[in-house]
């Protein structure tokens, strides 16, 4: 229904729910690779620099400055 593995969707998930809590929480990337089912910072930057084409911290620096201002 999706066109994409439910592997595929699932990792997809935890990406954008990565990109919500690098947006709008003040938590570390090691917590935030937790909350969103990465496990650690490490597999979280490597997959989320595979997928969204940024670094996390860039993609963070980026979004944060409009939102926690």
Request: no cysteine; glycine share 8%.
């Amino acid at each position: 229904m999706t066109g994409t593995s439910p592997l595929q969707w699932l990792l997809t998930q935890r990406i954008r729910r990565a990109q919500e809590l690098l947006e709008t929480a003040r938590d570390g990337v090691d917590a935030i690779a937790r909350a969103a089912g990465r496990g650690t910072a490490a597999t979280l930057r490597r997959h989320f620099n595979r997928t969204v084409g940024v670094p996390a911290d860039a993609y963070r620096r980026t979004f944060r400055a409009r939102s926690w201002t």
